[in-house]
């Protein structure tokens, strides 16, 4: 009775690490670096997202919230346009 409770839990974890591999390949489908200078200031970070426009956002509010101090300095370097975007392959 034991190896059969053993064999259910195993195909349920098996099956269990198939759906959520399968339902977030499609989560970091696109990938990039962008660069941003606030004053005087510069960083780049990368980012991954299931759309190239999440992405981009992501990586430009990583890389802002290195170079600002607050909130406000942060909504301001965001509004920003980068002054690098490289988009890469999904690795």
């Given amino acids: 009775m034991k190896r059969k409770g053993a064999i259910i839990v195993a195909l349920f974890a098996v099956a269990f690490a198939a759906v959520m591999i399968t339902s977030t390949q499609g989560l970091s489908a696109h990938r990039v670096e962008v660069c941003v200078e606030y004053e005087g200031r510069t960083a780049c970070r990368?980012?991954?997202a299931a759309t190239p426009d999440k992405a981009k956002e992501t990586a430009t509010v990583n890389?802002?919230?290195?170079i600002a101090s607050?909130?406000?300095d942060s909504m301001r370097c965001q509004g920003n346009p980068p002054t690098k975007v490289t988009w890469m392959d999904r690795k």
């Fill in 70 to 72: 607050g909130m406000t």
């Fill in 63 to 66: 890389a802002c919230a290195q």
């Fill in 46 to 48: 990368t980012a991954s």
